[in-house]
C-alpha cells in the first residue's frame, strides 16, 4: 500500500534561473521540507529556451549543496528537444557529472510543429541520448504523438515517463494524452515519475490531479518510481548518475 497523496521526491522544479519561474532554490527547498518531501530535482530549462541557463551556470551546478534545508537536491536539467532528429540543448561535456536527472521535453518557443510521426521519432531519438532519464511531459496536446511505441522504447532502454501535474493547468487538453501514456505504461510495466514542473515554490511536491489521474487507472505503485526517496535515488545509482 502507499499513499497517492503524496510523494518523496519532486523530480521536476525551476527557481528564478529558468528567467520565467519566481521563486529561489532555498524557497523551493523550505516548501519541499514544509510538506514533508526528502529531495528534489533543479531543472531549470536548457539554454535553448530565451533567457534560461547558458553553459556556464550549467557548469556552476556542482556549487548547489547536496542538502539544502534538509532536502536533497539532484541536479538536473529540463532539455529542449530541437528538432525532429530529437537533439537536445548542447551543454558544455564539463557539465554532464552535474545532470544527475536529466528530463527532455518539448517546447513551442523552441521546437517546430511537425506531424505526429516527426514527434514521435523526435521523443525515441532524445530517449537514446545518454543525459536523458525521463521525458518530461510527452502527454503536451500541441505536440501530438503516438504514446505506444515511446513508451516501448523508454522499456527497453530502462528510462521513464513524466505525468506532470502542471500539464492540467497549462497544456489544455493534455489530461486524455497523459491516460494513454499511463495506460501504455501500465500495460508494458515502464516506470512513471509524478512531477510539478513547480514555476514558483508554493507548486512544489504538489500533484493532486497527477496521482488522481494514476490511481484512477489502477496505477501501480511500484511503478511510481519517486513515491519513495529510496527507490528514486536508487533508480540514480543504478545509472551511475549519483
Ligand atoms: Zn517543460
Ligand atoms: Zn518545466
Known sequence: MYNYQHIEVDTHTHTVLSGHAWSTLNENCIAASSRGLKGLCLTEHGPAMDHSLNSF?????????????????????????????????????????????????MHDVCMPLGTKKQHTEAYIAALNNPLVDILGHPGYAYFPNDPEPIVLEAKRLDKL????????????????????????????????????????????????????????????AELILNRTYDDFAGYLSDRGRI
Request: proline share 4%; hydrophobic share 40%.
Open 57 to 105: 551556470s550549467s557548469c556552476s551546478l556542482g556549487m548547489i549543496p547536496e542538502f539544502v534545508h534538509g532536502i536533497r537536491v539532484f541536479t538536473g536539467m529540463e532539455f529542449n528537444i530541437t528538432n525532429f532528429n530529437g537533439d537536445i540543448d548542447h551543454i558544455e561535456p564539463v557539465s554532464h557529472k552535474h545532470i544527475h536527472f536529466g528530463i527532455a521535453s
Open 161 to 220: 515517463i513524466e505525468i506532470n501535474n502542471n500539464s492540467f493547468r497549462a497544456r489544455k487538453g493534455s489530461e486524455e494524452n497523459c491516460l494513454r501514456f499511463i495506460r501504455y505504461c501500465k500495460q508494458y510495466g515502464v516506470r512513471v515519475c509524478v512531477s510539478s514542473d513547480a514555476h514558483f515554490d508554493s507548486m512544489v511536491g504538489v500533484v493532486p490531479r497527477a496521482l488522481k489521474l494514476l490511481m484512477d487507472a489502477d496505477f501501480p
